[in-house]
């Protein structure tokens, strides 16, 4: 989510009712599980084995002082990827020109340390983190992942239209899971007012691991609201393709192997095409935003492009000031300080800290009963629960939404396991072997999910008990990927680990009435973490962002 937000032994079998996993004594010791990248984070140091300040030193190779510019220089390059094995003060000079360049090209964030950092623009700003040189995936995964995108964004609209489904499967979280209960009522009052949305716009992110045993591409999570990075996800891929044209040939890496991202003009693009079909030229479109946004500068690079381009009013709004500021005109325009609104864009509104008063509530509730195009619109948001997401995995649920069987496979193929604790066999394993099982609660932004024996403790809490709080959770299997040789930029200070990636692709959805406008992959991120750590953010301290090399 925002900042937030930041993700085949046997061939995995239709849906998500197949094995638990074995794995090696080998497997067992190294084993390293999915995770997700969030600005919701408690912050804890980067682990690292190698930590480096920089200079702008000459390079060193085999011995002999160069200039790191000269084009004359031959050098044996590295085993490809094995990015541990680079001279280390090449690896200086590689990192100078990024740090350089990441702040000539506004791959910035607010510095924590600062006060005003997440409130003022300009002020304490820091590089974003991000991998020096990037992670290699398989090129067949890659077009695996984007091909999904359509489908997936296709998906989620069909299932936001019936109101039933989402209602019924979540109805026993909602009785113990008071966030998603409060979501639910608002969904219940727009079926009340059998409120039709006939502008649809999604936003979406799906993020994969890919799993080192099976060797399959698998689904971690939908994120249907306030899906981050679009922003500085280009702009990484920008700068992982300008540091290989510049020190390629000393690495033995292509430029042209790091796919091109469109991401955020894509998702631009998206609000700004719903804005047209909203058909009015005076009306703005608003971000709603949390009160302190260290991240502010990846959503700026939307606006930016929304102000320049298409020469779209832009407000940023929290919650309680919508409240305080917004009201519906009789004709069910929303209209903020007077200004009608045609589009609101949530990068905030996901976690119960976003709720702290009645008033944020309220808000919602009023944004929700306009006429004024949501991304998400509260059945959009339902759709991203962890619980729909397992829900979706039981046999035959794919087809109630979908008829193309081509689309179904490809789907089911991505599923990894997911089960909701009424399977008492899957409890059951899930005490015995926690360590490959995640418990994951109805939470977006992470850092909210259980690993390991404490699997093994809730579960058994749970039982005692004898409550209904099972609902609240669902449980996931757990996927090991493969560790790489990552270098690791954060504070203007390298580090050397081992890591694990998650891959993230975009898709935009943009429906008026029976008319698809929009239904395209839109650009992807690639966010890469320490493997020594369950969690994993990127503003919080865990993770970095990253780009892919295709291989």
Not at 150 to 178: C, M
Not at 355 to 365: K, N, T
């Amino acid at each position: 989510m925002t900042a937030a937000d930041f993700g085949s032994a046997t061939q995995i079998t239709p849906f998500f009712y197949k094995h638990i996993p074995s794995f090696s004594p080998h497997q067992q010791r190294s084993r390293h599980s999915h995770y997700s990248f969030s600005s919701t984070y408690f912050p804890k140091p980067l682990l690292s084995h190698h930590h480096h300040h920089l200079t702008m030193p000459p390079v060193i190779i085999n011995g002999k002082l160069t200039d790191s510019s000269s084009s004359s220089v031959t050098v044996k390059p590295p085993s490809l990827h094995d990015y541990h094995t680079i001279d280390q003060q090449l690896l200086d000079t590689i990192a100078y020109d990024a740090l350089v360049w990441a702040s000539l090209h506004g791959l910035l964030m607010g510095d924590k340390s600062s006060n005003k950092s997440g409130t003022v623009p300009g002020v304490g700003l820091v590089h974003a983190p991000f991998a020096l040189l990037p992670v290699s995936l398989p090129e067949s995964k890659f077009k695996q992942a984007c091909d999904l995108a359509p489908i997936f964004n296709e998906l989620v609209d069909r299932v936001s239209l019936d109101a039933n489904f989402l209602q019924e499967s979540l109805s026993r979280t909602k009785k113990v899971d008071e966030f998603t209960s409060r979501l639910l009522d608002i969904h219940s009052k727009m079926i009340q007012l059998n409120k039709k949305e006939e502008i649809r716009l999604g936003l979406h992110r799906s993020d994969y691991m890919l799993d080192e045993e099976t060797k399959s591409l698998l689904q971690i999570e939908l994120n249907t609201i306030s899906s981050s990075f679009a922003g500085f996800g280009s702009v990484v891929t920008e700068l992982h393709r300008y540091i290989l044209s510049q020190h390629g040939k000393l690495l033995g890496l292509d430029a042209e192997k790091v796919p091109v991202n469109n991401a955020a003009s894509q998702n631009a693009e998206g609000l700004a095409k719903a804005w047209i079909e909203y058909n009015n030229p005076k009306a703005v479109i608003i971000f709603v935003v949390q009160a302190e946004e260290r991240n502010m500068y990846d959503q700026h690079s939307l606006s930016a492009v929304l102000k320049e381009k298409y020469g779209i009013t832009i407000l940023r709004k929290t919650l309680a000031e919508v409240d305080k500021e917004g009201e519906i005109l009789p004709d069910g325009t929303l209209s903020i300080n007077g200004r009608a609104v045609a589009v609101v864009y949530f990068r905030a509104g996901y976690t119960p800290a976003d709720y702290p008063s009645e008033s944020e509530w309220r808000a919602r509730l009023l944004m929700e009963q306009s006429s004024a195009v949501k991304c998400p619109s509260i059945s959009y948001h339902l759709v991203g629960t962890k619980k729909i997401q397992q829900e979706l995995a039981k046999p035959g649920v794919l087809e109630r939404f979908l008829e193309n069987k081509d689309d179904i496979a490809k789907m089911r193929e991505c599923f990894a396991g997911l089960w909701s604790l009424d399977d008492s066999d899957i409890v059951k394993k899930a005490i015995e072997k926690p360590e490959i099982f995640v418990m994951k609660p109805q939470r977006e932004g992470g850092g909210n999910n259980i690993y390991g024996d404490a699997v093994s403790e809730t579960l058994i809490k749970l039982q005692k008990s004898g409550s209904q709080e099972n609902a609240a959770y669902i449980l996931m299997q757990r996927i090991f990927p493969n560790l790489s040789a990552a270098l690791l930029m954060r504070n203007g200070c390298l580090h050397k680990d081992h890591a694990i990636s998650e891959l993230g692709i975009f898709g935009t959805y943009l429906r008026n009435k029976d008319k698809v406008i929009i239904n395209d992959q839109s650009g992807y991120l690639m966010r890469t973490k320490i493997a020594s750590s369950d969690e994993g953010g990127v503003a919080a301290g865990f993770a970095v962002l990253d780009s892919v090399y295709l291989s």
